[in-house]
Protein backbone atom coordinates (compact mmCIF):
# COMPACT_ATOMS: atom_id res chain seq x y z
CA UNK A 1 0.00 0.00 0.00
CA UNK A 2 1.42 3.37 -1.50
CA UNK A 3 1.60 5.80 1.84
CA UNK A 4 1.91 9.67 1.04
CA UNK A 5 2.71 12.33 2.82
CA UNK A 6 3.26 16.42 2.06
CA UNK A 7 4.79 18.95 4.07
CA UNK A 8 6.00 22.62 3.54
CA UNK A 9 3.21 24.53 2.86
CA UNK A 10 2.50 27.39 5.05
CA UNK A 11 1.89 31.19 4.89
CA UNK A 12 4.22 33.30 2.28
CA UNK A 13 4.55 36.46 1.36
CA UNK A 14 3.74 36.92 -2.92
CA UNK A 15 7.03 36.66 -4.06
CA UNK A 16 8.44 34.43 -2.07
CA UNK A 17 9.24 30.62 -2.14
CA UNK A 18 8.38 27.33 -0.87
CA UNK A 19 9.45 23.74 -1.43
CA UNK A 20 7.03 21.22 -1.00
CA UNK A 21 7.51 17.27 0.06
CA UNK A 22 6.11 14.48 -0.88
CA UNK A 23 7.46 11.65 1.00
CA UNK A 24 6.31 7.71 0.30
CA UNK A 25 6.25 4.58 2.26
CA UNK A 26 5.21 1.12 1.82
CA UNK A 27 6.42 0.30 -1.65
CA UNK A 28 9.34 0.73 -3.71
CA UNK A 29 9.73 4.02 -4.23
CA UNK A 30 11.78 4.61 -6.88
CA UNK A 31 9.02 2.11 -9.19
CA UNK A 32 6.25 5.48 -9.02
CA UNK A 33 6.08 8.41 -10.61
CA UNK A 34 5.07 11.14 -8.62
CA UNK A 35 2.28 14.46 -9.37
CA UNK A 36 1.31 17.24 -7.88
CA UNK A 37 -1.88 18.75 -7.78
CA UNK A 38 -3.69 21.79 -5.90
CA UNK A 39 -7.03 22.72 -5.41
CA UNK A 40 -8.29 26.28 -3.86
CA UNK A 41 -11.51 27.22 -2.46
CA UNK A 42 -14.39 27.00 -4.49
CA UNK A 43 -12.35 25.59 -7.60
CA UNK A 44 -11.52 22.09 -9.41
CA UNK A 45 -8.56 20.16 -8.32
CA UNK A 46 -5.64 20.94 -11.01
CA UNK A 47 -2.40 19.77 -11.83
CA UNK A 48 0.50 21.03 -11.75
CA UNK A 49 3.47 19.18 -12.17
CA UNK A 50 4.62 15.44 -12.61
CA UNK A 51 7.90 13.84 -12.57
CA UNK A 52 8.55 9.82 -13.66
CA UNK A 53 9.61 7.27 -12.07
CA UNK A 54 12.93 7.16 -13.55
CA UNK A 55 13.02 11.28 -13.00
CA UNK A 56 14.27 12.00 -16.59
CA UNK A 57 10.87 13.22 -17.13
CA UNK A 58 9.14 16.03 -15.81
CA UNK A 59 5.71 18.17 -16.56
CA UNK A 60 4.40 21.07 -15.23
CA UNK A 61 0.97 22.33 -15.54
CA UNK A 62 0.10 25.69 -17.19
CA UNK A 63 -1.02 27.88 -14.55
CA UNK A 64 2.52 27.58 -12.77
CA UNK A 65 5.08 26.86 -15.66
CA UNK A 66 8.83 28.51 -15.46
CA UNK A 67 8.02 28.99 -11.68
CA UNK A 68 8.46 25.97 -10.49
CA UNK A 69 10.93 22.39 -10.25
CA UNK A 70 10.07 19.21 -9.44
CA UNK A 71 12.93 16.67 -8.50
CA UNK A 72 12.96 13.32 -6.61
CA UNK A 73 15.80 12.01 -4.32
CA UNK A 74 14.96 7.94 -4.71
CA UNK A 75 17.39 7.30 -1.43
CA UNK A 76 14.68 9.62 0.74
CA UNK A 77 11.59 7.87 -1.08
CA UNK A 78 10.75 12.02 -0.89
CA UNK A 79 9.87 14.24 -4.14
CA UNK A 80 10.02 18.09 -3.89
CA UNK A 81 8.16 20.87 -5.57
CA UNK A 82 10.14 24.17 -5.70
CA UNK A 83 7.90 26.81 -6.03
CA UNK A 84 8.85 30.35 -7.06
CA UNK A 85 7.58 33.76 -7.56
CA UNK A 86 4.59 32.46 -5.68
CA UNK A 87 1.17 34.61 -6.36
CA UNK A 88 -1.92 35.23 -3.91
CA UNK A 89 -3.89 32.84 -6.83
CA UNK A 90 -1.37 30.34 -6.10
CA UNK A 91 -3.42 29.62 -2.52
CA UNK A 92 -4.35 26.40 -2.77
CA UNK A 93 -4.22 22.64 -0.69
CA UNK A 94 -1.26 21.11 -2.93
CA UNK A 95 -1.23 17.31 -2.72
CA UNK A 96 0.86 14.32 -4.24
CA UNK A 97 0.04 11.46 -5.88
CA UNK A 98 1.56 8.48 -7.14
CA UNK A 99 1.22 6.49 -10.05
CA UNK A 100 3.08 4.07 -12.24
CA UNK A 101 3.18 5.96 -14.89
CA UNK A 102 3.96 10.20 -15.49
CA UNK A 103 0.20 11.21 -16.03
CA UNK A 104 -1.30 14.98 -15.91
CA UNK A 105 -4.85 13.27 -15.28
CA UNK A 106 -6.15 13.36 -11.72
CA UNK A 107 -8.38 10.61 -12.37
CA UNK A 108 -6.12 7.90 -13.02
CA UNK A 109 -4.10 8.46 -9.83
CA UNK A 110 -5.22 5.64 -6.92
CA UNK A 111 -2.34 6.86 -4.10
CA UNK A 112 -2.72 10.43 -2.59
CA UNK A 113 -1.49 12.31 0.37
CA UNK A 114 -3.42 14.28 2.59
CA UNK A 115 -2.71 17.91 1.13
CA UNK A 116 -0.58 20.30 2.71
CA UNK A 117 -2.13 24.31 2.60
CA UNK A 118 0.02 26.59 1.27
CA UNK A 119 -1.09 30.57 1.84
CA UNK A 120 0.46 33.48 -0.29
CA UNK A 121 -0.63 36.58 1.50
CA UNK A 122 1.16 39.87 2.18
Known amino acids: QVHLVESGGGLVQPGGSLRLSCTCS????????IAWFRQAPGKEREFVAA????????SYGGSMRGRLIISRDDAKATAYLQMNSLKPEDTAVYYC???????????????WGQGTQVTVSS
Open 26 to 33: GVTFSDYA
Open 97 to 111: AAHRVMLDDQRKYRY
Open 51 to 58: ISWSGAGT
